[in-house]
């Protein structure tokens, strides 16, 4: 059978996938048909007599695998396809340890609990500058460690990364020995152990595969590198590039593929250079950036689609808001399936404008990557004010909104919202401004008869009894006789209580927000968040962290007083900002992504926004242990997503945070913007 049946490689695709068995490298650059050399492979393999049984695919997750499987099927039929071992590493060790060894597989917030069970009971009887780690943190960072080191004990990794721990490194090596017999004893396994456990099984025993086949090479890490050393088969087979390395963050190691030479002395490498995706105007912009990256293997990508397309084009506004506006007007003009437009970004924060904008335009999005700008919870809140004020007999609005006070949550705020509707003859803003004193607010609850007279814990409490520590207007009122009201729950409802008075007779959606916005009831509830936001994985406050958080919220709240200012009626707003999204089509509409969530995709139109020094290149990371490589290679991962048309976008400045943006070095390293003198 030849291995071109059903898929037409090119000379460099086939040349690779019929490559002698060995230890081969495949440099995939983006568009290069990678799945389909891996596909190439698989066949020829089988073509050329190997057992099915004896074919490992690992991939970077189980839908890429998935995939292939599914296309050398549609080869060699269905039967055959599905004995080739194939899945991400996770995958596959569970598959095996599930079939050969008694595990329980636990997720980490399970054993999360577990492990904090057995951290509560260690005492810290020396304590330095820095605080103790935290059960969670400490949970984390062993997870790291595992991943991304081979040689070095915790205690060598630890001090050296953060020499301040290193006098609490033997209650840190008690507690994680405690976890891991508790673990043994029950056979509880989590992701770490599946790897560890299956390496452990491999190296026992001669490989069950002729020829590994290896997917997003460059993404592996040393523990998964060990993985592969341990089944140690007769041919690998390794798909990566080196230049969408992105994940160092997560344990990645970059010179595992950068090494792959050294370590197989040898080693054949191959470079597929054809690209398909992308027009000739953005892969010589993705190459002239990217060159400026160290060249582990050479390489430079070639065009193989024709026809005329447009340069990329640059796009300056004066003002951050001013883009994200700019964008969404572009968008609304293209003409082009939404589904094949996206906006890419490095930080979650920089979505939200984009996406407010796109929303309040009536252009549905889909976000992934981070916390939709209208599902977080200060944006939610808000909403949530605004359509209590609008509607008294939105339920679920007052019970969100009363549910932040101290001791209320859910339950208590629905108790709530019924007695102000008891008190104000189903309405609940007569209930709370102008009640009946006379209407008993509570009703009654029908005696339990298994309880019998334990049940009496409704009885109604003085409504008086939190006087002292509420405004005026409010003292005595009837819903402040609920027997689970705390002092702090009732001060919570006085502030509320206080902010509805100033508001609930605004019409205009940009006074109401602004109004809310200054409300003590407001800054109280985003006061919580901000200091929630502020906590550090060890478990320690940041007060930094509390001022940045705090900035964010503010951020978003003025983004949303800037959409009312369009508005002149609550309802409409209302209708633009929550009910917009819920009548766009499940997963339709304009993509917003990460970086990171775009590797893999390709779009017609793709928007790379901020593009200032700072933003991106992300100068707060580099500064704790990133570099300016990786985030040349996020930046070029990005370019390399769109087909048609790119599109560069950066502001001057922050009108809100009064900052002024200097461009990316990018945009200077593009060409894009004439030459000046860049500092990296």
């Not at 008694?102 to 904090?116: D, H």
């Not at 490194?169 to 004893?185: H, M, N, S, T, W």
């Amino acid at each position: 059978m030849n291995v071109q049946k059903g898929l037409n490689l090119n000379a460099e695709q086939k040349q690779a996938a019929m490559a002698p068995k060995g230890h081969n490298l495949v440099i995939a650059s983006a568009g290069t048909g990678k799945t389909s050399t891996i596909v190439g492979r698989i066949a020829h393999l089988l073509d050329s007599g190997i057992d099915p049984k004896e074919i490992l695919l690992l991939t970077f997750t189980n839908k890429a695998s998935l995939e292939m499987i599914e296309r050398v099927s549609k080869i060699f039929g269905e039967k055959e396809a599905k004995q080739i071992e194939s899945g991400t590493f996770h995958a596959v060790a569970y598959r095996y340890l599930k079939e050969h060894l008694k595990i329980s597989l636990k997720q980490p917030r399970e054993l999360k609990v577990l492990f904090k069970s057995i951290a509560e009971h260690r005492i810290y009887a020396n304590k330095g500058t820095a605080s103790p780690y935290s059960a969670q943190y400490l949970y984390d960072i062993h997870s790291l460690y595992l991943n991304s080191q081979k040689e070095q004990s915790f205690e060598e990794w630890l001090k050296q990364k953060s020499p301040e721990q290193a006098l609490y490194i033997p209650v840190y090596e008690g507690i994680l020995d405690e976890f891991q017999a508790l673990k043994k004893e029950y056979g509880y396994a989590d992701y770490n152990d599946l790897l560890i456990m299956y390496r452990d099984e491999m190296s026992k025993q001669e490989s069950p595969y002729q020829e590994v086949l290896c997917d997003e090479y460059q993404d592996t890490n040393p523990l998964q590198d060990s993985l592969i050393d341990a089944i140690n088969p007769e041919s690998l087979f390794c798909v990566g590039d080196y230049d969408q390395s992105i994940y160092a963050f997560n344990g990645a190691d970059i010179s595992i593929i950068s090494n792959f030479t050294t370590k197989y002395k040898d080693a054949h490498v191959f470079t597929l250079k054809k690209n398909y995706r992308s027009s000739y105007p953005i892969l010589d912009l993705a190459n002239r950036i990217i060159q400026k990256n160290e060249r582990i293997y050479e390489k430079s990508l070639e065009v193989v689609k024709t026809g005329e397309y447009s340069p990329p084009k640059l796009l300056a506004y004066e003002e951050l808001f001013l883009q994200y506006q700019g964008i969404a007007k572009k968008i609304a003009t293209s003409n082009y399936n939404l589904d094949d437009i996206a906006v890419i970004f490095r930080n979650n924060a920089s979505a939200d404008g984009c996406e407010a904008s796109l929303r309040e335009m009536g252009i549905p999005s889909r976000r992934k990557g981070g916390i939709s700008f209208f599902d977080t919870k200060e944006v939610s809140l808000m909403l949530d004010i605004c359509s209590l004020i609008y509607n008294p007999k939105d339920m679920m609005a007052h019970i969100h909104t009363l549910s932040y006070g101290s001791g209320i949550g859910n339950s208590i705020a629905k108790d709530i919202y019924e007695a102000l509707n008891i008190l104000g003859n189903r309405d609940t803003k007569t209930g709370l401004l102008a009640p009946d004193f006379n209407i008993k607010p509570y009703a009654s609850r029908s005696k339990n008869t298994q309880l019998g007279l334990f049940d009496d814990f409704f009885a109604l409490q003085n409504s008086a009894r939190f006087d002292t520590f509420l405004p005026k207007d409010f003292c005595s009122h009837p819903i402040l006789s609920h027997p689970k009201l705390t002092k702090e729950g009732a001060v919570f409802l006085g502030k509320f209580f206080i902010m509805y008075q100033r508001i609930y007779s605004l019409s205009s959606p940009f006074d109401l927000i602004t109004t809310i916005a200054k409300s003590e009831f407001f800054r109280h509830i985003i006061e919580i968040l901000g200091r929630e936001r502020s906590k550090n994985k060890d478990g320690t406050f940041d007060e930094n962290r509390r001022i940045e958080a705090m900035e964010k919220i503010d951020r978003k709240i003025t983004l949303l007083s800037d959409l009312a200012k369009n508005y002149r009626d609550i309802g409409r707003f209302l209708n633009a900002m929550i009910l917009g999204s819920n009548e766009a089509s499940e997963g339709s509409g304009v993509n917003l992504l990460s970086v990171h969530a775009s590797k893999g995709l390709e779009f017609r139109d793709v928007y790379i926004i901020d593009l200032m020094d700072g933003r991106f290149p992300n100068r707060k990371l580099i500064s704790k242990g990133g570099s300016i490589e990786e985030e040349r290679r996020l930046f070029y991962v990005a370019i390399t997503r769109a087909k048609e048309n790119l599109y560069l976008s950066y502001a001057k400045k922050d009108a809100v945070k009064n900052i002024d943006y200097e461009p990316s070095i990018f945009l200077y390293e593009a060409n894009m913007l004439k030459p000046k003198n860049l500092n990296v």
